[in-house]
């Protein structure tokens, strides 16, 4: 890019990658989910579509499998399952902006056809009076052209004078912008309000470049973890959505864990006030390893999200590769009906399908079975249950997976409650962190239908169409590819389709 000046810690991190990337073999990663360059990372960032392309950053440091002050990976797509790794985009270098880390952020083309990259730059403001040292973090920018990005020279374009006056300048993060149909632009940024919890700040622009305040969308109020990060804010269905990432969250049911979690509100806006009312608010994914969701519009109009496939609980006890750790989920399109989420493997994913096989109408009991050619850990599963008798309602259906001899992973649905549990109890994990999860179907349905997606060390399954989704990382070695079916308590019937993706 013309004009463009390579910071030496980007041109570090550039010639470190590329000299690593000879000793990363193929056999680390999974078939379709993308995974770093090398190295770590965290949250999907700067997800949009540009001059033909997929464009997917990520929170990154090339130079160990842990976290550090942040770059920027990147890697585009066409179809958003095959990535190709481009150079590192962003690394901490602006002396008063960012040089503890370009946190998370996102992307928007600018009306000049240049490419702008919207992050939260993290640097600090002093010590506080027992020495600790302050954070400062700010919204900045960087422009591109797809490849090579430069810092904006009037960074930061929203800093602490631009928060209400409870907001917090030690948490004010994760800004997602969007361009509005009548050229304008706008961002949602997460902060910290003195009382109560995460906000979630709405700024506008002309131009992308200066930026105002435009209100409060919605207020934490107490309820739902601390801090609130990542957020996403759209109009899908006739709705209003927003999607974001507590930290800090207390249980509540089973549709909220403690820990980092995942929240959905739906409603409208209020013309008002300018706050979202909301109609329903419900975890993202009710799984074990989901956070930091972000969307993007795609050119045929789909809204598609991807996530990081990772619990920041659990990063010390998942297995480590040799070079890599984390991955995003597999993209998936989004709808409302009634008033909820719904979300489904992107279609580009049926295009991996190939040897399909079909088991219509297995009666299952008590013993478990296994079907023939029913196995594997990169495969697409449809699966279909109902009660033998439908006066007389199985206890338990028991989906073992990821098995062999030794261990197995689970899914289990209890019908009489409408309880899915989905458990790495018995994977071969010899840590103490979360295992299981429990999760309620609507409508407790007697009968159930099941999509699991498997690469190589993940599930993620769509309960009833997608009402419902569970993604869990699965520890146990690749050699355990069994499947094996059973019901407690009274008969169901089966029907499976199984496709290898690999
Ligand atoms: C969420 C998060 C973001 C932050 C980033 C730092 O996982 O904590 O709030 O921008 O990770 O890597």
């Known amino acids: 890019m013309e004009g463009f000046v390579e910071s030496a810690p980007l041109a570090d991190a550039r010639v470190y990658e590329r000299h690593m990337i000879r000793f990363v073999s193929k056999t680390e990663r999974p078939y379709f989910h993308l995974t770093p360059l090398v190295g770590w990372m965290n949250d999907p960032n700067g997800f949009s579509y540009y001059k033909g392309k997929y464009h997917l950053f990520y929170q990154y440091n090339p ?28 690394a901490p270098d602006a002396p008063y902006d960012d040089f503890n880390g370009c946190f998370s952020g996102s992307a928007v083309e600018l009306a000049d056809g240049r490419h702008l990259l919207m992050y939260t730059g993290v640097a600090s ?56 149909d009548d050229g304008t632009y706008r961002a949602v ?13 709405l700024y506008r622009s002309a131009d992308a470049l200066a930026w105002q305040p435009a209100g409060v969308l919605s207020r934490n109020k107490g309820r739902f973890g601390q801090m609130w990060e990542c957020p996403d804010f759209f109009s899908l269905d006739g709705y209003d959505v927003l999607l974001l ?65 990772q619990n920041w609980d659990s990063i010390t006890g998942v297995a480590r590769r040799v070079h890599l750790f984390g991955s995003m989920t597999v993209p998936r399109e989004l709808s409302v009906r009634d008033g909820h989420l719904y979300q489904w493997p992107i279609r580009e994913l049926d295009g991996l399908r190939h040897d399909e096989v079909k088991h219509d109408g297995v009666v299952l009991g008590t013993d478990p079975i296994a079907l023939e050619g029913v196995n594997g850990r ?3 599963l449809l699966l279909d249950v109902r009660p033998e008798d439908p006066a007389n309602l199985y206890d338990e259906l028991v989906i073992w997976f990821a098995q062999d001899g030794r261990f197995h992973c689970s899914l289990r649905y209890q019908p009489a409650t409408g309880t899915l549990i989905i458990s790495r109890e018995h994977s071969g994990s010899r840590r103490a962190f979360v295992h299981r999860r429990k999760c309620d179907i609507p409508g407790a349905p007697a009968e159930l239908s099941l999509r699991m997606v498997l690469d190589k060390n993940s599930v993620e399954a769509f309960i009833n169409g997608g ?11 690749l050699s355990a ?20 993706l690999a």
Request: aromatic fraction near 8%.
């Open 63 to 90: 130079y160990a499998t842990s976290w550090a002050p942040m770059h920027w990976g990147h890697a585009v797509s066409e179809d958003l399952l095959h990535w190709e790794h481009l150079p590192v985009a962003l």
């Open 125 to 180: 403001d002093g010590r506080t009076a027992d020495g600790h040292i302050r954070p400062r973090q700010t919204q900045c920018l960087a422009i591109g052209d797809g490849v090579d990005y430069q810092k904006f020279e009037g960074n930061p374009v929203i800093d602490g004078s631009f928060l209400p006056e409870d907001g917090s300048t030690e948490h004010f993060r994760d800004p997602k912008v969007w361009r509005e």
């Open 189 to 201: 940024v997460a902060n910290l309000a003195t009382e109560g919890g995460g906000q979630i700040l």
């Open 245 to 309: 990432s507590p930290q800090d969250m207390l249980p509540e049911g089973h549709e909220f864990y403690s820990g980092n979690g995942t929240l959905c509100i739906i409603g409208h806006v209020d013309e008002e006030t300018g706050e979202l009312g909301e109609e329903s608010l419900t975890s993202i994914d009710n799984g074990i390893d989901f956070y930091a969701t972000q969307t993007i519009l795609t050119p045929d109009g789909r809204r598609v999200m991807v996530a990081w496939m």
């Open 378 to 380: 990169v495969v697409d």
């Open 467 to 477: 009402e419902k989704a569970v993604t869990m990382l699965i520890p146990t070695d």
């Open 481 to 500: 590819d069994g499947i094996t079916f059973c019901v407690r308590g009274a008969g169901a019937i089966l029907d499976v389709t199984k496709y290898d």
